[in-house]
């Protein structure tokens, strides 16, 4: 069973740079489609990018697309969120979470079955 804990996040004025780190343990990632999601206060887990194991394609939600960047250095077991020019409306929980195969779309959080416990980005105007 995979555990996954998410590192990086904190209090930033807006325009500027964090990244977000969600280390694995128990199981390698190299053979788990990987992605970030994030939820603000009162609102539900919205999906922010997404990596597919075996070298597939990224994609992003179109709020984040430009600014952040998902990457995967699975000889580290660890996937990276980069989240540039950061806006106040980023600020929510952040989260990580893995799936060996999708059973249903990729942006979905009932999509993956592992999560971390997340890691706040709290973004000031």
């Known amino acids: 069973q995979v555990q996954l804990v998410e590192s990086g996040g904190g209090l930033m004025q807006a325009g500027g740079s964090l990244r977000l780190s969600c280390a694995a343990s128990?199981?390698?990632?190299?053979?788990?489609?990987m992605a970030w999601f994030r939820q603000a206060p009162g609102k539900g887990r919205e999906f922010v990018a997404a990596?597919?194991?075996?070298?597939?394609?990224?994609y992003y939600a179109d709020s984040v697309k430009g600014r952040f960047t998902i990457d995967r250095d699975d000889a580290k077991n660890t996937v990276y969120l980069q989240m540039i020019s950061l806006r106040p409306e980023d600020t929510a929980l952040y989260y990580c979470?893995?799936?060996?195969?999708?059973?249903?779309?990729?942006?979905?959080?009932?999509?993956?079955?592992?999560w971390g416990q997340g890691t706040q980005v709290t973004v000031s105007s």
């Open positions: 128990g199981r390698t990632l190299s053979t788990l489609h």
């Open positions: 979470a893995g799936v060996h195969s999708y059973r249903t779309a990729y942006n979905r959080p009932d999509a993956y079955d592992v």
């Open positions: 990596t597919f194991w075996g070298g597939g394609p990224t």
